[in-house]
């Protein structure tokens, strides 16, 4: 069994590198797969902290420990100028 097929998201929408998709993105048309390349945190169904959706290599960014989209990297990053700020005692 690989992961070509991998059943479907919450949106009913069929996930694995073998369905053909556009990006993800409001507006965007490049064509895509709904394998775990464009996955949004790197996995199918989104994880913990991800959104569920798939994107092309301009609205998907690399690095640190996964790839997100923008959507989701604003958020991470958000969360992370809280902590350290209340770690250094700030509000």
């Not at 709904?34 to 290599?57: K, P, V």
């Not at 998907?60 to 770690?87: N, P, T």
Request: glycine share 14%; with cysteine.
């Amino acid at each position: 069994m690989g992961w070509a097929d991998c059943g479907f998201d919450s949106k009913g929408r069929p996930i694995g590198y073998a369905h053909q998709a556009t990006c993800d993105h409001e507006g965007c048309e490049e064509k895509i797969d709904r394998g775990l390349a464009y996955a949004c945190g790197g996995e199918h169904m989104g994880g913990d902290s991800y959104c569920e959706d798939y994107f092309c290599s301009e609205h998907l960014l690399f690095g640190d420990e996964r790839q997100l989209c923008l959507g989701c990297k604003l958020d991470e990053s958000v969360d992370y100028i809280v902590r350290f700020a209340k770690k250094r005692g700030r509000k």
